[in-house]
Every structure is written in C-alpha cells, then in structure tokens.
C-alpha cells in the first residue's frame, strides 16, 4: 500500500508549500424532494431549488467520511490555515465573509495579495437562467467597467414575430399587432417610415412566482371592481322590485314583461358572481415596435396593461432601446412587477427578443463569480473585477428547463465575445458519459477556443456514481463538487454548532462515472448568499447546491486567468485543470474521499503559483482511453469493477495515453519536440501493477496494468496509476487512472435476507454496501430501524445499479426520525447486479447534539421470475402465456393488469426545412444551422389528457447526438395549449382538432432528410371509468370459455406455474380508437406489504403490457337493399335530375375571389334560378355563396342581397307541408320512408338556416349608421317590397315604414312588446322573422343562439343576452368561435363593465392569436 507521505508529494510541488487539509463547518437544511431517475424524469440543479432568503432551499448533502468498507491510501497533515478556521469565532466582518465565502479556496488570500489580479480582463459567460442586469453587485468592475457585456436570451422563449410592417398616419399613430392604437414619438427617426409590431402576453415572460405575485395584485383590483358592479347590480334590481311592486297594484299584477326585466337584471347579478368566481388572469398584452433609425435597430414597449395610471407606460414615452451590447440599456416593465429586461432585434427587425431571466438561480450564479459591492466588500463575488455576458439556456416556456437551442446558441456567443471562461450550473443523468451533440461542440469550444468549461457535479449524491452531465462526465469539462465550511455553517445556514471540520454537502454528487472516470474534479464552497433579480424584492438570498460551488470555482479560475494575463502567461485549460488538481487540499482522511470531494478543495493562491512555475511546459491534455485487454470496446476513461463477477479473478488492462495539444499547434515547434519521461506509480501494489517507467511522445504510449481484487474485502476499494514528470516531479501527477473497485457481498441465504447491524452515525457520516442483487430478484422490501438519540434526525437513503447504455437505476427517500422507531421501503432492483446502498444522516441533523445514532438496516430480496416481462397482446382472441417461478423464497402470485392509455401513430403532414439566420445560429465552426418544421394532425372526439411520444429522440438532452427539438400543440384557432422538448409532459385538451408542430434542429442537412416522416405517438389516457381491467385465467380457452379465472397462487422455488392473459373484451374497448393503434398499461405479479401498513406500496415493480387495436366489426353495407322499392321516376326525369344536381354542383365549386369571377357566379346563378324556379337546394347553395364572400364593400347592399336570398329559399318552400310531417312519426323499418324523413330534414334545415341568416342580416342594418332605405325583390314581382328602414337613433328594430324613436338600450322601463307594430302600423321584421325562426329550433341552441342574443340586446335586456351567450359559449364543443366573443364584449361594453370587457380581450389574445409563437 502506498503510504500517505508518498502519496501527499503525488499532489504537491515539492518546491512549493501548500496546506495540506481546509477544515469548514457544515451547513443545515432538509433535503427537499428530489427528482428521481425513474421514467427518465430530467433533474437539474435549478429544478430541485427553493429559493428562500431564510436559507433553506433544495437539498442539502454532506461528504462521505470514513467507513470500515472503504480502503485505499490517506491523506494526512494539518495546516495553519486549518487550525485558523476550526478555532474560528464569528464577528459581524467574519459572519459577513462566510455569507460569500472566499477565504476556504484561498480567493481573499490572493486578491489581498495580488489586487489586480481581481478578474480584469476576464470575460466569464454565465449559461443559466438568465442575469438581472439591475441587480445588486452586477453594475461595474472593480476598475469601473461595465460589469455585463451582453444579456442574451438563447432559447427563443422571449421572440416576439415583429415581421408586420406598418407605417403610421398623419397623426403619427399606428395600429399595434395587438389591435391597440399607438402613438409613436414624433422625435423617433425612422427614415423608411417603416414599423415592425409585435406583441407578447407579459406573462410569458415572468417566472411562475413573480406571475403569482402580479395575479394576486391584480386579483385585488380585480375584485374591487367587480364587487362594486355586483352592488351596483343588485342596487338596481332592488329599485326595480320597489317599483314593481307599485306599478303592479295599478295594472296586471303578471306583467310578462316586468317578469323579464327583473330576469334580466336577476341575470346580470349572476354573471358578475360567476364571473367572479371563474376568473383566471392570463395577463396583460404588451406592444412591441421595431424600427431602424439609419444607424441602428431600435425597439419600444408599450406597457399601458400593466400600469394602474393610464398615463404611464405609454409607447411615445419609452426610452428605445437597441441590442444590449450595443449600449448596455435595459428597462423595466411598471413598478409592481420590478422586473428588468433587455431587448435584441435579429433578422432585419423581424425578431423581437425580450429577455428576462426564467428564474432567480442565473442572477445568484453571477453575484458568486463576479459581484462587485464599493460599499460591502465582504460580499463580493468571488472575481469582482471580471466581466461577463448572459447566455440564458433555462427556456421559460419550459419553467427553466434546459434546451438544445439554448446550449448551442450559448456555446455561438461565448466565442463570439472571446470569453476566457463558461459556468453552467444545470446538468442531469446521462446513459452515456462523456457523448453526444452538445459535448461535441463542448470539446470544440475548448480545444480550438481554449474556452475554459466550469459546470457542476450534481446534486444527487451521497450515493456513487450520481454525477450529472455534463459537468461530471464530460472530459474537457472541470465538474465541481460542493464543499461547506465551518465559517460557512455558522454563518449563511444559522446552525447552532457547526462541525468541527469542512466536509462535503450530503447531497452533492459523487464519481465515478459508469466508464470508470472520477467523476468530480476538483470542490468549493456549495453555498452562498448572493444577489437576486429585482423582482424578488430583495437583495441577496441564500441557496446551496452544486450550482454554487461551480460559479465559486470559475470566480477562482477568473482570478488564476486575470493573473496569467496580466503575467503574460498562456491561457489554456490544460494547464489550467492541472494546477488546480494538483494544488487542491484534500477532503477526508482516505483516498476513496476523492470520489466524493475529486483532488480536494482548490487554492487559488497555490494554484497561481503552480502556473507560474509552469509556465514553459505545454500545454497538454492527456487522454486515457482503457480497454480490458483482448476487447476492443468497450472504451473507457478510468477503470470501474463494480460487479461480483468482475471481482473474482485478475483482470489485464491496456492503457492508452493520447497527448493532446490545442488545434493549431505547431507541429514543428510543438508537436515534434515533445517527448517526456514518465514514472508510473500505483497507490496499491499488491491490488493494483504498473510498469514503472513510459517514454511518452505526441503520438501516445500504451501500457498494461493488472487488477487483482481476490484478496480484497467486501466494500469500496480506490487505488489510482498516476504519471510523474521525471525531469520535473514538482509537477505533481500530470494524468491519472482511476481505479474503483466495489466489492459486492453475496446473498447465499434462503430466504434471502441481508442485515446491517449497529451500524453508528454523527452528522454527515455515510454508510455504503454493496450487495450483488440475487437472479430472481425484482424487488426490496426494507427496514430501518434507529435508536439511542435525542433530537430528531433527517437520513438519506440512496440505492443505485448501474446497468449497460441505461441510466443509473436510482431509488432515493428523505426519513426523518424524531424518535427512535423502524420504518419500511419497497423498491424495485435488477437481479445479478450489484447494487450500492447508501445510508447517510444529513450533514447539518444531530447538530448540537452529542448523541450517536444508532442504525439498524435490513434487506428482504422478492421476486418472481417470468418468462415475459412486458406482454404484447396482438388484438386477437388468443391469450397470452406467462410462465412464471419463484427462484429465492415462496412467493405469492398475485397478478393484476390494467390498460389506461392509448397510443396512436402518426407521421407528418407536412414538413419544411429552412436555413436559420446567422445572428444566433452560426456554429463556431462556421456550419450553418438547419431548422425543419413537421406539422402533424390529430382530432379528439372528446376532452382528453395527452401526451406525445418521440422514441426516437424523448429523454435525452446531453447523450444524443441531434441538436434540439421543441414542440407545440395549437387548436385550429392556433391557439396554443401546451408546449415541450425532449422531456414532454402531459397536457389536457379540450374536445376538438389539432396540430402539433415539432421544431428540430441541427447543422447537417442529411440528417434532417431522415426525419421527414418522423413518427410521433400521441398518448391519451382513458378516464378512470374506461380503464380496463385485465384477467387471467389458468385455462387457455378461459378468456372464450368464461371459466378457469386466475386469482392467486403460492408459488415454491424450483416450480414454475403457468398462467395466461386474456386480451380485452371487444364490448370494453375505448370508442373512436383506430385500426392498429395501441393500449398501454401495466402489470405486475406481486404486492408488497408493511408491518405498519401505512401507505404500502402495492406494486414495487411492473412491467408493460399492451393491446393492439384489431379491425373493427365488418357492418353488411347491403343489408335491407333487397327490399326497397322500385324507383316509379322515368329514366327522363332522373336524367334531368342528374343533370341539374350536376350543374349545382359545377355552380357551388365556383370560387369568388375576384370581381370578374364574383360577376360569372351571379350571371349564373340567375340563369340557374330562371332554369329551375323554387328549387330549394339551389337557392339554399346561392344564399350559402353570398355567405361566403369576403371583402365586400358595399355592406348594407350585401346584407339586401342575403335578406333577398334567404326570402327566395323560405318562399320556396311549403312550411305547412314541412310542419305537418314532422308533426307524424315515421316507420324506421321503413326504408322509402327513412329516405323521405332525410329529405325533409334537409328541407328543414335550409329553411332555420335562411330565417337565420336573414335574422343576422336584418340586425347587421341596424346596427349600421345612416338612415337606409331596404327595397328588396324577389322572383315573383309581387312580392317585391320595402322591408322597412332603420333610424340610427332608435334601437326598436328594423320596421316597414317610419319609427318612432325609442329609448337607448341601457333604458330598462322601455316597452317590450314581442311584435309591436309601429306608430304606422306596420311590424318589426326581425321580431317577425324571429318568431318564425323559432318555430323550428331551439334558439338557445349554441349553433341559432347569436339571433336570440340579438333579439334580447335590441330590447334593452342586455343580461338575459350575456346569460345567453355565456351559455352557448359554454355548449359549443367545438373550438372557440371569435365572432360570438366579440359579441360577448360588445355586450360588455354596453352594459358598462369596463373591467370585465378589458379581462375578455386579454383572452382573445389567447384564444385567438393571429399566428402561432416563434419557436
């Protein structure tokens, strides 16, 4: 074994002296719920976080301290620096300092030492969510620079489509995208003349908490108002009672009439309390305007929705704004909300760009590494004298998740503004390390850029290999693990005691990777409390994760690059990494700590010097490439034996080690002369062999090594190969191979149980076993027990198996205790694997308090051995066979399945594939990227929860090798109801049709091709009544036969038992599922039960069954043809009939789009109703083409046209006739009958279609502005009549011949009689032409409805009209028509609710958008 001296000089200089340990104190907090890997559900960093200014956000971890299972080489030594911070006391400047923490990486040290190495020159691109440019501490540097260079927004969640162009009138007023009137500032330049507008739901733009915020704010004013309309309301309808009751002692106590005034007013009160109740903010619709003043494109906002006071936030009064980096100007939306934004044009000002961060998490980020505070420099960032730009990734449609788009336009600015360093706080579970697009592009930026790529580990832990991508399996990334101090636990997290040594958060992720690399490279203080957008309303807040031990350690690598730049000294993120691996402190007495801590804590100070001394050495990455020898694949960067089989006999390795230089090395000045002499140690001879010595040149050296795990114990083992420079040992390792062996223990026992006993905890200790998961096994049933304790104590509890090209197979759960007691868990494992649990009490639980937890663990393996897991039923009558055994213990066969969800295919309908514009979409490589569009169409016969499917590409954003997707599902109003990326979610749709439009991404063209008819799976879920239940049976002719039902069974080791399942009965099979689409559900063979049998869970492991949607029934289409009647029509007549039917036919299809073709169709159609007199379908087709026209000038003269049409099909038909039959009821069996019963409904049906029309004509007169004479006529001459006028000032209705002038509308004591002739005499033919419309539908119905709105709205009962409305609003099960919302808010608008007519053109803007969003 090598002895911890020898291996302290394989980390440190030996010319140099450096610290050996940095002891800190821990910090408190619950570990929230954390997303689990199972179903692939994303984790990020940001995700998992609360953020509170109390300090308890998102999880909390600790390091792994040592365990009797875990060997390998220490490390030992105190330093100065340490002892300083165990006897630590806080004073308001040292409680101030651990809020920011600097001094545990050496970062205070250094500055104090080096002043002006604080960042200057140092460009850092910040990949979050998004930097508040108002924020504290994010203004200047410390040498008075700006502080940010650029805020963008990479994801195209703020694009607003500015592509309308309008030009302004005389009075400089344009009209808005959003319909809103604008006046534009007479003092803007604008030589074209040309305005780009757009508009966005401001709400889009928000964060789900400050959206929350402004709703209640809103909400407030909201219910102001509406509470002094319903008093007003029901003021009115108590006045009218009042005076009712007067009127009705005087005249006719029943007055119909009054009986409908107070229904109206009753009415109104009702839909102000219902209004009240269903209000859903969707929020305020802002303006944009974009225009080129000659030199630059410049853009305003009008925020007027925003604003309570109608005089702020007006277009003209906006301050134009132009890209960010251009002049570093942003504005604010209003006061409440406090939220700052940037704005950006691309595309020639066809692009809009409004950024605001998606979350607090990017801000915070940026206030670690860069913060600059005059007057408190305690809390300064780590690096306050850098510089960096805004790259947000975090897509707000998606509430900050990550996408495609985001990481690759990110990846485009960070070289654009030659940025020195990347931090990325996000990251999830990867099925691959080290691949994919994203880490392709990764390992460009930094091998030709020499971009140093800073990320964090995860916060996943305490179980091994729990590292996140890409920060923790990426090669040419720097992954930071999160580390907290004494100073820091005190101080940011207000424990009461804090430890008495630094240690690493519990939750932050370990290594290795599943190729065997570390994992984690180096540590820094995980939490801090940092600034904060704005529009929290507050300063600084406190979160903890790795997502601040990432910008903790690039605020460091900041102060390294400010040095080396100012020293002259080539910036590389070779020789960068190096330093800091080899001048860390380590964490932990044990070499295996490095998979928690990576190479220890980093020093800045050391690190400084480390570089300085190498300066003259190149700059060199050495790539390890390990292969079992004998096999070519598969490739590995480190070497992982985590399986028992793995573990049983000596295995030989071949190493390969690769230098790499950057691109564009010289290959005489660098490449050739590169040689070095390299002595190779093993920190454990006896476990691991090495050659000793390896003559390394540009071309690389491969070398083999032997693993013999035999004589090693159960438990974890680390051992490292590391090379040493011979000529300058000084260096330290300068390439590593990490060996990590985890030894598992076998089950033998039966039945199968496992117990950890007495096993002892402090707060943040951690306990790792390792059990090879016996064959059979597809579940656990766990106890844990704990006694001798006081205060209550919070344990994470962690199992993880790692299996080929799958993601870690993760189970977590969060116990507290807070008394001794035993609580149970079920889970599911994967048999013949090892699986690692990982019991930890949280670093901060037991704080205080001086008593040892003691912890008991036990173990119960299930499971029964199938010879079908996932079962495909074919969709014919057959069962489906199941053999299933007990191969460990009895177990009891309880089988249940159920199919809940169907799953349909489709392929695109269309597909378009462009070339995106180079602003934001030219790769550094100077490849352009492609975009192609596929829209893909699906109708819901019903409301239904839906979820689409890609298999292709869903669940994964890092380990894929496409770029990016995006999709949105819009109905035919192209309103949008749900959006997603490769992670898509489930969305609950109304009844109706869509399209779902799938937005993908990538920069080689033939790629695309391939995807053209992509297929995508839309998944509906069944409603709990259509579920189906599945049976078995112990028969195979039982699912026919009705009999041999299968319950349950005992089943005994070494005995199989079959049993079949049956598929569905046809009678039970959803309506509307097409031919060949396909039920999914789930099956399961056993449930699991507690002692306590509290919350069992019933079902640990389950496994897929579907069902494959057969043909439907065969219908005999000829059935009863035999019996019909003889058609008593010569061949003559049905002759002409064909002839006729097909010139209607020739008639219908004509298109009137231009003057010349609107001229051809009336010539015909007067030839045609000359040919045919009185032929209802014709004249029913002509009333339809009038309907039809667009653009029509002359209105009234149109709405007389329709009028004369509608008359021609009402006078061609025999109503008496019409009546009389629907009056007798018809023989179904009869077939002449049936036929006859279809043409008189069709009869019917243009007949309520023309008195509909005509009504909606009569009433479009009216509401027109001048005096009109209506001459209207007919076929038959002597019908020709005046239809009356209408005066403006009246709203009695249309009438034949002179009115009287009546009272306005809002008059509620007007007369109100049905069919009142006027002071001629004559009668309302809108109330004339009601009452005949009436006689042949319902006209509530939501299809006739807008005639009965109508007939109210003229006599003043402007509520009973809305109540109306609402009401066929409500029925309609179609998609949202406009025009009866536009009524709606007509009718607002009369009544005088002004608040209520505002909420519902805010919808409209939701429900009917004139284009769909930008991707």
Known sequence: MQSPLLFKSVYWATTLSFPSRVHSP???????????????????????????????????????????????????????????????????????????????????????????????????????????????????????????????????SGDIDTSKVVKANADGCIRGASGAPLVVNSSWKNPSGEWHVGYKLVYELFTDSLTSRLKKERKKNWDEKSQEEIARAVKQLDEFNQDALVFQKHSNPDDANLKKVREDLQNRIDILRKQADNYDDKGPVIDAVVWHDGALWRAALDTQSLEDDPDCGRLADFIPLTNYRTERKFGVFSKLDACSFVLNIYDEGNILSIVTDSSPHGTHVAGIATAFHPKEPLLNGVAPGAQLISCKIGDSRLGSMETGTGLTRSLIAAVEHKCDLINMSYGEPTLLPDYGRFVDLVNEVVNKHRLIFVSSAGNSGPALSTVGAPGGTTSSIIGIGAYVSPAMAAGAHCVVQPPSEGLEYTWSSRGPTADGDLGVCVSAPGGAVAPVPTWTLQKRMLMNGTSMSSPSACGGIALLISAMKAEGIPVSPYSVRKALENTSVPIGELLADKLTTGQGLMQVDKAHEYIRQSKNIPSVFYEIKVNQSGKSTPTSRGIYLREASACQLPTEWTVQVEPKFHEGASNLEELVPFEECIELHSTEKSVVMAPEYLLLTHNGRSFNIVIDPTKLSDGLHYYEVYGVDCKAPWRGPIFRIPVTITKPMTVNNRPPIVSFARMSFLPGHIERRFVEVPLGASWVEATMRTSRFDTARRFFVDTVQICPLQRPIKWESVVTFSSPCAKSFAFPVVGGQTMELAVAQFWSSGIGSHETTIVDFEIVFHGIDVNKEDVVLDGSEAPVRIDAEALLASEKLVPAASLKKVRVAYRPIDAKLSTLTADRDKLPSGKQTLALTLTYKFKLEDAAEIKPHVPLLNNRVYDTKFESQFYMISDTNKRVYAMGDVYPNSSKLPKGEYNLQLYLRHDNVQYLEKMKQLVLFIERNLDDKDVIRLNFFSEPDGSVMGNGAFKSSVLVPGKKEAIYLGPPVKEKLPKNVPQGSVLLGSMSYEKAGHEEGKNPQKNPVSYQVSYIVPPNKVVDDDKGKGTSSTCSKTVSERLEEEVRDAKIKVFTSLKQDTDEERSEWKKLSISLKSEYPNYTPLLAKILEGLLSESNVGDKIGHDEEIIRAANEVIDSIDRDELAKFFSLKSDPEDEEAEKIKKKMETTRDQLIEALYQKGLAISDIESLEDLKWIYVEVSDSSKSQNIGHMDTHSNGGLKAGTLAVTEGTKDMDRTDKESAPDAGGQPDLFEENFKEFQKWVDVKSSKYGTLLVIRERRRGRLGTALKVLNDMIQDDGDPPKKKLYELKISLLDEIGWSHLATYERQWMHVRFPPSLPLF
């Open 26 to 156: 821990s910090s408190l907090l619950t570990r929230p719920k954390r997303l689990v890997n199972a179903n692939n559900k994303r984790r990020r960093e940001i995700k998992e976080r609360h953020w509170s200014s109390s300090g308890s956000n998102y999880k909390s971890a600790m390091p792994c301290s040592s365990i009797s299972t875990v060997s390998g080489g220490g490390l030992g030594g105190s330093g100065d620096e340490n002892g300083s911070l165990r006897s630590f006391k806080l004073n308001e400047s040292t409680f101030l300092a651990s809020l920011m923490p600097k001094k545990e990486i050496g970062a205070d040290r250094f500055i104090d030492a080096h002043p002006e190495f604080d960042g200057r020159g140092v460009v850092i691109a910040i990949f979050d969510s998004g930097v508040d440019p108002a924020a504290a501490g994010l203004h200047v540097t410390t040498d008075g620079k700006p502080k940010i260079l650029d805020v963008i927004d990479c994801t195209g």
